[in-house]
Nanobody, 124 residues
C-alpha cells in the first residue's frame, strides 16, 4: 500500500519560509516521480512542482518560480518543498502525490496516490 505522509505545515508571516516534507517508502521514491500540489478554499487543486527519480524539477505554477524549490533525500526517503518569500496567497492545504511514471507527468491526472495534506497559512 502506497503511503505518502506530509509534514511541516503551519503558520508563517508574509516573507517567511517553510519546508514541507513528504515521506514515502524507498520503493516509491526509487521508481516514481513525486509532485507537490495545493488547494486553497474554494479553488481547484493546483500543481506546484514535481521531481523525477533523476532529480529533474518541473514547475507547474509560474507563481512559485524563484520562491519554491523541490528536492529529495534518498537516505531519508523524503521529498522536500522549500518555500521562501511566502505570500498570503500561498495559504492552502499542501499535498504530495506519486506520479505514474519515473518522470514528471504533464497533467494532474497522472498522479495516482496522495497524502493527507498539511495546512500552510501565511498571514500577519
Amino acid at each position: 500500500q502506497v503511503q505518502l505522509v506530509e509534514s511541516g505545515g503551519g503558520w508563517v508571516q508574509p516573507g517567511g519560509s517553510l519546508r514541507l516534507s513528504c515521506a514515502a517508502n524507498e520503493f516509491i521514491l526509487g521508481m516514481y516521480s513525486i509532485g507537490w500540489f495545493r488547494q486553497a478554499p474554494g479553488k481547484e487543486r493546483e500543481g506546484i512542482l514535481c521531481i523525477s527519480i533523476e532529480e529533474i524539477s518541473t514547475y507547474y505554477a509560474d507563481s512559485v518560480k524563484g520562491r519554491f524549490t523541490i528536492s529529495r533525500d534518498k537516505a531519508k526517503n523524503t521529498v522536500y518543498l522549500q518555500m521562501n518569500s511566502l505570500k498570503p496567497e500561498d495559504t492552502a492545504v499542501y499535498y504530495c502525490a506519486q506520479g505514474r511514471y519515473y518522470y514528471c507527468p504533464s497533467t494532474r491526472d497522472a498522479f495516482d496516490f496522495w497524502g493527507q495534506g498539511t495546512q500552510v497559512t501565511v498571514s500577519s
